[in-house]
C-alpha cells in the first residue's frame, strides 16, 4: 500500500506542476507589467491587451483540449502543454519586439489553456474517491505555489537589477537580469517547464481514457499499481459498465440529466474569475504603487499576499473530503464578499497606507483559496460523464478563461474610469450572487466514485419529487 501511495504522489506531484507553471505564467506579469509599461508608454487599453494576450491564447488552448484530450488521451496534451510553456518562456526572454513578446504571450496562454483543463481532468481520473478533492486541490495549491515563485523572483531580481545598474554590460546575462529585468522575469518560467515536460515521460496515461478506449489490459495494470490487482478488476468492470458504447458527443450535456451539471460548470468558474482575484494578481503592484507605495514595496506586499494565497489552500486540502465542497464554497463566497466590500471601503476613505487594507486584502485571498479558487476545478472534474468529461471540462474551464480575458481588460479600465473602490465593490456583487447560486444549485459530491456521480444527477433528472440533498444520501 504504501508503494502503491508513493507512485500516486508522484503522478499528482507531477501533474500539479502544469498548475504550478499556469500560476507562475499568471502572476509574473504582475512585475513585469510596470516595467514594460514604462519601456514601451503603453496606453490603458494596450496595458489591457499585453496582460489579456495570454488569456486569448488560454481560450484558444481550452477550446481545442476537450475534444482533444478525448480522442488522443490525457498525457499527449499535458506533453504539448509543456512545449509550448518552455518556448513561451524562451520567447519572451529573448524576442527583442513587443509584437513577438505578445506573440510568445500567446503560445503559452495555449500550454495554460490546455493544462488547466486537462491537469484537473487526468488528477480526477486518477485518484481514488475518498481522496480525490484534496488531490485535484493540490493542483491549486501548485498554482499559488506558482504564484509565489512569481511574487519571490520578481521582486528578488528587480532588487539585483537596481543594485547592478552600475556595473551593467554588454551581455546577455546583464541585458536579461539587469537593463531589462522583466525578461529575466519572463525567462525563469524555462526552469519548471523542463521540469514538467521531464516528469511526464514517467507518468501514466489516464486509466479511464484507456477504457473508453478499449485498452481494458493497460488500464486494469495502472489502476493495480495504485491499489491492488483486486479493486483494479472491480473498478475496471465498473468503468466500462459505464460507458456506452457510442462516443460522447456535446450534444449530450443538454439532455435533462446533464443540464444541471453544465450550469454549476458554467457558473463555478465564471463568478470565480468575477471575484476579483486577478485584479489583485494582474495588477496588485500598480494599485499599492498608485496607493504611495513604492514598486520594491508594492512587490514585497504581493510576496505576503501570495504567501496567504498558498497557506489557505491548505484548508481545502485538509477540509474537501471532510467538510465537502458545499460548506467550503458558501463559506467562503459569503467571506470574499465582505472583505471585497471592506477593501474598497479602504480605498474610499483614504486607508491605504494602514494595516487595515491588507488585512481585508488577506481576508479576501484567504477565502477564496479555501474555495472559490481550488473547488471549481475540484466540482468541474467530478460532475460530468467519463464519456465526454474532457469535453465538458473544456467548456467550463473555457468559461474561465474567457471570464478570465475580460476581466484583464476590464480591470485597468474600471481603475481608470470608476476608481479603486468601486472596482472592488463591482467585485463583491459578483461575489454575493456566486454565494446564492452555490446555495441553491451545489449538491455534495465527496467520498463518491465519478460514476456514482453521474449515477446521481442522471437519477435525479428523473426522479423530480424527491428532494436529494446530496450524492452521498443518494448512495445510502
Known amino acids: 500500500m504504501r508503494k502503491n501511495n508513493i507512485y500516486l504522489g508522484v503522478i499528482t506531484a507531477v501533474a500539479s506542476l502544469g498548475g504550478l507553471l499556469f500560476g507562475f505564467d499568471m502572476a509574473v506579469i504582475s512585475g513585469v507589467l510596470p516595467l514594460v509599461e514604462k519601456q514601451f508608454g ?135 537580469f539587469v537593463d531589462e529585468v522583466w525578461r529575466g522575469m519572463f525567462g525563469l518560467g524555462v526552469l519548471p517547464a523542463l521540469l514538467f515536460l521531464i516528469g511526464l515521460m514517467m507518468v501514466p496515461e489516464s486509466p479511464r481514457w484507456l477504457i473508453q478506449k478499449g485498452r481494458n489490459n493497460e488500464a486494469e495494470h495502472i489502476l493495480a499499481k495504485l491499489s491492488n490487482s483486486a479493486d483494479a478488476r472491480r473498478d475496471t468492470e465498473l468503468i466500462q459498465q459505464n460507458l456506452s458504447k457510442e462516443e460522447g458527443s456535446y450534444k449530450e450535456l443538454f439532455a435533462p440529466g446533464m443540464r444541471k451539471p453544465l450550469l454549476i460548470g458554467i457558473f463555478l468558474p465564471l463568478f470565480s474569475q468575477f ?89 479576501f485571498l484567504a477565502c477564496f483559496a479555501f474555495s472559490i479558487g481550488p473547488l471549481k476545478f475540484v466540482v468541474a472534474s467530478e460532475i460530468f460523464p467519463n464519456r465526454i468529461r474532457g469535453r465538458a471540462m473544456a467548456i467550463s474551464i473555457m468559461v474561465m478563461w474567457i471570464a478570465d480575458t475580460i476581466v484583464g481588460q476590464l480591470t485597468p479600465m474600471l481603475l481608470d474610469g470608476l476608481g479603486t473602490a468601486y472596482t472592488f465593490w463591482f467585485f463583491a456583487v459578483f461575489c454575493l450572487i456566486a454565494f446564492f447560486i452555490v446555495y441553491k444549485m451545489l449538491p455534495e459530491t465527496k467520498g463518491q466514485s465519478l460514476e456514482q456521480i453521474e449515477k446521481f444527477f442522471s437519477q435525479k433528472s428523473k426522479l423530480p419529487e424527491e428532494k436529494i440533498q446530496s450524492v452521498k444520501d443518494y448512495s445510502a
Open 42 to 176: 503603453l496606453s490603458a487599453a494596450q496595458e489591457g491587451w499585453f496582460v489579456s494576450s495570454a488569456l486569448v491564447g488560454c481560450i484558444i488552448g481550452v477550446a481545442f483540449s476537450g475534444e482533444l484530450s478525448d480522442r488522443f488521451g490525457r498525457k499527449k496534451l499535458l506533453l504539448v502543454a509543456a512545449v509550448l510553456f518552455l518556448l513561451s518562456a524562451l520567447g519572451c526572454a529573448l524576442m527583442p519586439s513587443l509584437f513577438w513578446i505578445i506573440a510568445f504571450r500567446v503560445m503559452g496562454g495555449i500550454g495554460i489553456g490546455i493544462a488547466s483543463n486537462v491537469v484537473p481532468l487526468y488528477i480526477s481520473e486518477i485518484a481514488p474517491a475518498n481522496i480525490r478533492g484534496r488531490l485535484v486541490t493540490y493542483y491549486q495549491f501548485a498554482l499559488t505555489f506558482g504564484i509565489l515563485v512569481a511574487y519571490l523572483t520578481n521582486a528578488g531580481l528587480l532588487n539585483f537589477s537596481l543594485a547592478q545598474q552600475t556595473a551593467s554590460g554588454n551581455n546577455l546575462f546583464d541585458h536579461l
Open 275 to 363: 471575484s476579483g482575484i486577478n485584479a489583485i494578481i494582474y495588477y496588485g503592484p500598480s494599485i499599492l504603487n498608485n496607493a504611495g507605495i513604492s514598486l520594491s514595496n508594492s512587490l514585497l506586499s504581493q510576496i505576503i499576499l501570495g504567501a496567504a494565497n498558498m497557506l489557505f489552500t491548505l484548508i481545502a486540502i485538509w477540509k474537501v473530503d471532510t467538510w465537502g465542497r458545499r460548506p467550503l464554497y458558501i463559506v467562503g463566497t459569503a467571506g470574499a464578499t465582505i472583505a471585497l466590500f471592506l477593501t474598497g471601503l479602504c480605498f474610499y476613505t483614504g486607508a491605504t497606507t494602514s494595516i487595515m487594507l491588507l488585512l481585508c486584502v488577506i481576508s
